[in-house]
T-cell receptor, first 113, second 110 residues
Framework: AQSVTQPDIHITVSEGASLELRCNYS??????LFWYVQSPGQGLQLLLK??????LVQGIKGFEAEFKRSQSSFNLRKPSVHWSDAAEYFC???????????FGTGTRLQVTL | DAGVTQSPTHLIKTRGQQVTLRCSPK?????VSWYQQALGQGPQFIFQ???????QRGNFPDRFSGHQFPNYSSELNVNALLLGDSALYLC?????????FGEGSRLTVL
């Protein structure tokens, strides 16, 4: 079955530290990949997406993600975290139907000052 | 330009009741999809509507039904509510392969 896995349920980092959130996918072929952020009481906001081409993808708010086919991974990174980055982060994928995303269970990011 | 808007934002129902949630897509978006997000989980795809017809459906029972109107707005109906239907229901509209999500309707079933 197609699936997206986020191994880390909760991560705590200090403000100014670097961040990496892990995402692995299990699909027969490489899916379209996405990272979304959800702040408390808010909907989901798209951070970045990967369809094809350059495996390092730049997104909004200083985030980037690297697609690694050999590891079936699409990890999200940020060089220096800000307190406002505290939120829930979701990795998601689809195989051609843009509306039909499969989401991971999310990683909650806590930022300490 | 208004984003995806959903109503109501919060509601409480009791088991066995029926609920209708509403969604207006972003201007120009003709495809609407619905997701259920249980507490502590990622969103799960319920179904997608395009041209007033259900086009794709996730693994949800027939108690979950929907409708899309000529102006592209949409409704999600859930019959015979169960405690397990308590969740945040998200609506999303699509343009050029990107989903834009509303802030959701939080349903509590008692």
């Amino acid at each position: 079955a197609q699936s997206v896995t986020q191994p880390d349920i909760h991560i705590t980092v200090s403000e100014g530290a670097s961040l990496e959130l892990r995402c692995n996918y299990s699909y027969g072929a490489t899916p379209y990949l996405f990272w979304y952020v959800q702040s408390p009481g808010q909907g989901l906001q798209l951070l970045l997406k990967y369809f094809s081409g350059d495996t390092l993808v730049q997104g909004i708010k200083g985030f980037e993600a690297e697609f690694k086919r050999s590891q079936s991974s699409f990890n999200l990174r940020k060089p220096s975290v800000h307190w406002s980055d505290a939120a829930e982060y979701f990795c998601a994928a689809h195989t051609g139907t843009a509306s039909k995303l499969t989401f991971g269970t999310g990683t909650r990011l806590q930022v300490t000052l | 330009d208004a984003g995806v808007t959903q109503s109501p934002t919060h509601l409480i129902k009791t088991r066995g009741q029926q609920v209708t949630l509403r969604c207006s897509p972003k201007s120009g978006h003709d495809t609407v999809s619905w997701y259920q997000q249980a507490l502590g989980q990622g969103p799960q795809f319920i179904f997608q509507y395009y041209e007033e017809e259900e086009r794709q459906r996730g693994n949800f029972p027939d108690r979950f039904s929907g409708h899309q109107f000529p102006n592209y707005s949409s409704e999600l109906n859930v019959n015979a509510l169960l405690l397990g239907d308590s969740a945040l229901y998200l609506c999303a509209s699509t343009l050029s392969g990107e989903l834009f999500f509303g802030e959701g309707s939080r349903l509590t079933v008692l």
